[in-house]
């Protein structure tokens, strides 16, 4: 038998979130640019959130496996990006966004920083050397 591999030309994560407003804010305030918004009898019920070239959507909850479920329990997302990680940094910081860490040297070697979101995923970015 003959495999194939797969051959992707995109892939696009989607957080299910408890609060999608205070998540999309959090985004927002990282740098992500809105790029679609879906919803449902007037409220917001996802969107679809641009970085340069990735992108990643965020739905909002609708609680039928429970409220208190966890979420972001072993989920990083890594984003590279060719700016300045100290000045988006500051950006992040200085529009509320709290750093689990001020930028520097990542255990593989790119500066870098992580934050971890209003449902607890967490993301790194990093400018590659």
């Not at 329990?73 to 750093?99: S, W």
């Not at 255990?107 to 971890?116: A, E, K, L, Y």
């Amino acid at each position: 038998m003959t495999t194939t591999t797969l051959q992707a030309r995109a892939l696009t994560p989607t957080f299910t979130v408890n609060d999608i407003k205070k998540s999309l804010e959090f985004y927002k305030n990282l740098g992500f640019a809105v790029a679609e918004e879906w919803k449902q009898e007037g409220q917001l019920r996802g969107v679809m959130l641009e970085a340069g070239g990735a992108s990643m959507g965020l739905s909002q909850d609708d609680f039928s496996k429970g409220r208190d479920r966890m979420k972001g329990v072993g989920v990083r997302l890594h984003l590279e990006t060719v700016q300045d990680v100290e000045a988006l940094a500051r950006q992040a910081k200085a529009a509320g966004v709290k750093l689990d860490g001020e930028p520097g040297p990542l255990p593989w070697g790119p500066i870098g920083f992580s934050v971890t979101d209003p449902d607890g995923f967490k993301l790194t970015i990093s400018k590659p050397e």
